[in-house]
């Protein structure tokens, strides 16, 4: 994609009619085009643009009248606001604006419906995008928008692929140093973590899903790095995970199983 066409698509954004479509192509070409970030933020009035699409949306996800349409543009925007706070030249004003703060409401939905929990989702990615960057100020905002209390929710009563981002945007806070420590370090919050983890290994006995079993055990492997916390996983582990040889749901399965193995180092030696 030319810089051409990216600079005509940026300056699309202004215009209405074209905003779902420009908004599209700059998001599915983002990895072509590095600079993005810096050029979205650099654009006059677009950032603003953004942040009033997503005002937008509060009434229709408030209201339960999202359509395909729109729950596509939300992603979009979230998806941009993302780019925004994942680049090292954007983060901090990114973040000093407050733009991720507006998500919020997209990470309290009550409908299990796809068309709501894609935006969910999109939003959880921008706070675990966050924790990524190992960057104190970034790590600091993200565990103040209860990164962990909403992952934990929705690891309890999402789809199976609401539950898995969940559960992935929580082994990247724990697998942040900042982020293990503030969980582990807050006796409540890592018991709850303990008991939601050991909640979905019990829940999908009956159909396996071994991509976020696999997250599961490394959740608990990160959180086992701390002694008194790793007393408390020796005492509430799931029977289906006290078997390293255990060929319960995990069959013949290596990666899990391999996982499995480390765990128990962790955890009884």
Request: glycine letters at 2%.
């Given at each position: 994609?030319?810089?051409?066409?990216?600079?005509?698509?940026?300056?699309?954004?202004?215009?209405?009619?074209?905003?779902?479509?420009?908004l599209?192509?700059?998001?599915?070409?983002?990895?072509?085009?590095?600079?993005?970030?810096?050029?979205?933020?650099?654009?006059?009035?677009?950032?603003?643009?953004?942040?009033?699409?997503?005002?937008?949306?509060?009434?229709?996800?408030?209201?339960?009248?999202?359509?395909l349409?729109?729950?596509?543009?939300?992603?979009?925007?979230?998806?941009?606001?993302?780019?925004?706070?994942?680049h090292?030249?954007?983060?901090?004003?990114?973040?000093?604006?407050?733009?991720?703060?507006?998500?919020?409401?997209?990470?309290?939905?009550?409908?299990?419906?796809?068309?709501?929990?894609?935006?969910?989702?999109?939003?959880?990615?921008?706070?675990?995008?966050?924790?990524?960057?190992?960057?104190?100020?970034?790590?600091?905002?993200?565990l103040?928008?209860?990164?962990?209390?909403?992952?934990?929710?929705?690891?309890?009563?999402?789809?199976?692929?609401?539950?898995?981002?969940?559960?992935?945007?929580?082994?990247?806070?724990?697998?942040?140093?900042e982020?293990?420590?503030?969980?582990?370090?807050?006796?409540?919050?890592?018991?709850?973590?303990?008991?939601?983890?050991?909640?979905?290994?019990?829940?999908?006995?009956?159909?396996?899903?071994?991509?976020?079993?696999?997250?599961?055990?490394?959740c608990?492997?990160?959180l086992?790095?701390?002694?008194?916390?790793?007393?408390?996983?020796?005492?509430?582990?799931?029977?289906?995970?006290?078997?390293?040889?255990?060929?319960?749901?995990?069959?013949?399965?290596?990666?899990?199983?391999?996982?499995?193995?480390?765990?128990?180092v962790?955890?009884?030696?």
């Amino acid at each position: 994609m030319t810089d051409n066409v990216v600079n005509e698509l940026i300056d699309s954004l202004r215009n209405k009619a074209k905003r779902y479509a420009s908004l599209w192509q700059l998001i599915r070409h983002q990895d072509q085009i590095p600079d993005l970030a810096v050029r979205i933020w650099n654009a006059p009035d677009v950032t603003s643009i953004l942040l009033a699409e997503l005002c937008e949306h509060y009434g229709i996800v408030q209201n339960l009248n999202m359509t395909l349409q729109a729950s596509r543009m939300l992603c979009n925007v979230i998806n941009m606001i993302k780019c925004l706070a994942m680049h090292p030249d954007t983060r901090v004003s990114c973040l000093k604006a407050n733009l991720p703060f507006y998500l919020q409401p997209f990470m309290l939905i009550q409908s299990n419906q796809a068309l709501y929990e894609k935006p969910c989702g999109a939003s959880l990615n921008v706070l675990g995008a966050l924790m990524m960057a190992h960057d104190s100020f970034a790590t600091e905002y993200a565990l103040k928008m209860d990164l962990v209390p909403i992952c934990l929710k929705y690891m309890e009563t999402g789809s199976i692929s609401l539950k898995t981002t969940a559960t992935y945007i929580l082994l990247t806070c724990l697998e942040n140093t900042e982020g293990c420590y503030y969980v582990c370090h807050q006796i409540e919050l890592a018991s709850a973590a303990i008991f939601t983890l050991g909640n979905i290994v019990r829940s999908i006995r009956e159909h396996p899903a071994l991509p976020i079993v696999r997250l599961v055990i490394r959740c608990y492997i990160q959180l086992s790095t701390d002694e008194g916390i790793r007393m408390i996983i020796r005492l509430n582990l799931p029977e289906e995970l006290k078997d390293a040889h255990s060929k319960f749901f995990f069959g013949s399965y290596q990666r899990v199983k391999s996982c499995i193995r480390e765990l128990h180092v962790k955890v009884y030696s």
